[in-house]
């Protein structure tokens, strides 16, 4: 066995390398997205299943696969080791920029489920369901034990748990700052007024932008603090709803000025499916809001499919031209970057390119 020793060797310092290397966004197996990566090792590869925002990162809620490298040398003592794919981890919760945040479900390799909590895509919390400890794969377990490792040693300090009064301080001042960030949002969508057409539609300031993303901050400490405690995550959820909702103002603004209203329109029926009415009675006006521009949405884009048919009809019987004006009648009408992706092509052929 003259080779094997140092050829296990050098895989194994090759992967302390990069076990060590700092957390870093990385794109996904298809290139499309960009997710955060806690512990890089040599050949992780993901596959992000929801959505991903204008900027590229993973948005919204989705499933999160990471899969890597088992270096195992081979019988051959002269061989190399052999680079073999193995499943690591299956995650799923909410993404806000390529990192987790909030209540996450770890399913690992070896089929167990593990109940997460993150913050800006930080592991604070963990339990699990089941009552007997399965014994991780061999072909993973150096990755999974160094991550745990890892976690345990990048985690804050346990957080005493506020005492009434602290938490009465803290729904106070909550719901003052939701009530400030839900008037400015107001002013700045000329109060929430219906929406009849998409060009009516701007994107926030950035003030505007910067209040949503601090309320979304607040809440995300709150519920750190709390944890699991039903009650008091009960007594947050008027709150939690304006900031989901108020949210959703800003993407979708960002989405329809950036002219993708249909990304825009599977947010918002997305996000009221799951919250059809308010909690609130000062949360009517913002879900009249969000639900008129569903409904314009709605509307625009069975528009817009009567000429995407005959476009498509068109550019099948070779009317390049016609099947062109249809399909920029489509886009005029209902944004969407699939209809653009149709013109360029035809365009493009036109021209032989």
């Given at each position: 066995m003259p080779l094997r020793c140092p050829l296990v060797c050098s895989a194994l310092?090759?992967?302390g390398h990069f076990v060590y290397a700092g957390a870093s966004y990385q794109r996904t197996k298809d290139g499309k997205t960009l997710v955060?990566?806690?512990y890089p090792l040599p050949g992780d590869e993901?596959?992000?299943?929801?959505?991903?925002d204008a900027e590229g990162y993973a948005t919204g809620p989705g499933t999160l696969t990471w899969?890597?490298?088992?270096?195992t040398v081979r019988p051959d003592s002269n061989a190399a080791p052999q680079k073999r794919p193995i499943l690591v981890n299956r995650y799923t919760g909410n993404m806000v920029r390529g990192k987790f945040d909030g209540p996450v479900v770890n399913v690992n390799a070896s089929?167990?489920?593990v109940h997460l909590t993150f913050v800006t895509g930080r592991k604070v919390r963990e339990y699990t369901e089941d009552t007997d400890e399965q014994q991780e794969g061999q072909q993973h377990q150096q990755h999974q034990q160094h991550e745990e490792e890892r976690a345990m040693a990048d985690a804050p300090s346990p957080t005493p748990q506020p005492d009434a009064a602290q938490k009465n301080q803290a729904l106070v001042e909550l719901k003052e700052q939701t009530d400030s960030v839900l008037s400015q949002i107001a002013n700045a969508t000329g109060n929430f007024q219906d929406v009849e057409r998409l060009d009516s539609v701007q994107e926030l300031p950035p003030p505007a932008s910067e209040s949503i993303?601090?309320?979304g901050s607040r809440i995300r400490e709150l519920r750190a603090k709390i944890g699991s405690?039903?009650?008091?995550?009960?007594e947050y959820r008027p709150e939690i709803a304006t900031a989901e909702a108020l949210s959703l103002v800003k993407q979708v603004s960002r989405d329809i000025a950036m002219s993708d209203a249909a990304e825009a329109n599977s947010k918002l029926a997305d996000f009221l499916q799951t919250n059809p009415e308010p909690r609130a009675e000062n949360q009517k006006i913002l879900w009249s809001y969000l639900q008129s521009l569903e409904n314009l949405c709605d509307r625009l884009e069975k528009e817009a499919e009567t000429h995407l048919q005959r476009a498509q009809s068109l550019a099948a019987a070779n009317k390049t031209t016609e099947a062109i004006r249809e399909y920029q009648e489509a886009y005029r009408t209902f944004p969407n970057p699939a209809t653009a992706g149709k013109i360029r092509e035809l365009q493009d052929n036109s021209l032989g390119l």
């Open positions: 310092l090759l992967l955060w990566n806690n993901a596959i992000w299943s929801g959505e991903r899969s890597g490298v088992d270096w089929g167990k489920t993303g601090s309320l405690d039903s009650t008091a995550l009960n």
